[in-house]
Structures are given as C-alpha cells and as structure tokens.
C-alpha cells in the first residue's frame, strides 16, 4: 500500500472552505485516490474517490495532482456536521481492502 | 438509502467467553468486511469474504475469530474466547462489484463490545 501523510489535525471556520491535503508519493499508477471520513461514534463513511481528473460530488471535491503524488479534498462550505477524522487511501481497484491510517481531525467552529 | 446494519450496539462480556456479532449487508452487496477500532486508535483491517469464503485476513485474525454469513442475509464475527484486548468497536462493511472504477465500502454503525 502506498504510504500517506496527512496533517494531524485542521481546524477551519464554518461557512469556510476547507482544504484537505494528502501526500502519497508512492501511489502506484492503477491506484485509486479514496477519501472517507469518520464522524464521532460513527463508522467511517465513503466522502469520494478518483484516479486522475479532479472529481466533484455532492460532499466534496477532490483535486489530484497532475503527477498523482498529492491531492487535496475540498469541503466548499464547512459546516459544524462536517468535523471527522479524515482518510486519504490509496487503493487499487482489486480486493484488496482498504487500510486506514491515522487521518486528519478536522474541527470547524461555529 | 440502504444502509449496513449491526447487532448489537454494544455488548459487554466477561473475558474467556464468545461472542457473535451480527451484520446485515446491503442486499445486492458481494464483499463483506469487518473492521474493529480500540479506543483512540486507527481503524484496522480484520477480515474480508465473498462467495462464501474469507478473500483475505489480517494478522489480528487469529484462530480465535471467524466469519460466517449462515442465511444469505446475516455476516457474522465470532470471538471464541475474548480477551480483555478485544475491547474495541467493531464495524462491518459491504461493497458491490463495480468493475476498475473502484470500490465504495459502506459501513455499519458498529458493535462496541467490552470485555471485563
């Protein structure tokens, strides 16, 4: 698995956008970019992925670096339901599962 | 929206004894997995299983756990014997086939179970 860094934790204002970044130097080229995100006591939950293009959904945007070794997820207006423990997971499109490293903490303050 | 669902929501056991915890997937899911997070650490790959069998394991999953999905509808976790280092919440997930696009696992809300 490719190894990621990832701020510890980030704290944004709500009504703000946020900018969360990923390193993953080591991705490999079939490598898929996963996000997901863990709210307080609950399960980690799907935020978006991409491979190459920058990807838009109704949670998030994602922008991935031409050379694919970073990429930043992007909340447009954070609110306070989106404070989570953040996951960028490299992951190939096998079955191999996802590991989840320690993510970055995001608080938003009203 | 289909969701993961877990049974129970938490379960507090004496150590030496087993314990089922119990997952209804996403109906038209294929790939099952369970995940367990301790207190204040990373969540951490336990287990996967399609077509009836495990796919693959972590080095937690010791001869202690097993998996099994007994009616089509229910994936369920085993502890044999818990220890007081099973104290952790445990999370299920399900994901359907969806080609190289990649995968999006949903997950449960998960079992927090406590061995005293």
């Known amino acids: 698995d490719a190894k990621t860094t990832q701020p510890n934790s980030m704290e944004s204002n709500e009504e703000e956008p946020v900018h969360l970044p990923c390193n993953h130097s080591t991705i490999s080229g079939t490598d898929y970019i996963h996000w997901y995100r863990q709210l307080p006591s609950q399960g980690p939950e799907y935020v978006i992925h991409?491979?190459?293009s920058n990807v838009n959904n109704r949670m998030a945007s994602l922008a991935i670096a031409e050379d694919r070794k970073s990429s930043t997820l992007i909340l447009h207006r954070a609110t306070l339901r989106d404070a989570a423990v953040y996951y960028c997971i490299p992951h190939d499109s096998g079955n191999t599962p996802l590991v989840f490293g320690k993510g970055t903490r995001l608080s938003v303050i009203a | 929206e289909p969701e993961v669902t877990q049974t129970p929501s938490h379960q507090v056991t004496q150590m030496g004894q087993e314990v089922i915890l119990r997952c209804v997937p996403i109906?038209?899911?294929?790939?099952f997995y369970w995940y367990r997070q301790i207190l204040g650490q990373k969540v951490e790959f336990l287990v996967s299983?399609?077509?009836?069998?495990?796919?693959?394991k972590s080095e937690i999953f010791d001869d202690q756990f097993s998996v099994e999905r007994p009616d089509g509808s229910n994936f369920t976790l085993k502890i044999r014997s818990t220890k007081l280092e099973d104290s952790a919440m445990y999370f299920c997930?399900?994901?359907?086939?969806?080609?190289?696009?990649?995968?999006?696992?949903?997950f449960g809300e998960g079992s927090r179970l406590t061995v005293l």
């Open positions: 299983f399609y077509n009836n069998e495990i796919s693959e």
């Open positions: 997930a399900s994901s359907s086939r969806e080609g190289v696009q990649g995968r999006e696992l949903f």
């Open positions: 991409g491979l190459t």
């Open positions: 109906s038209n899911h294929l790939y």
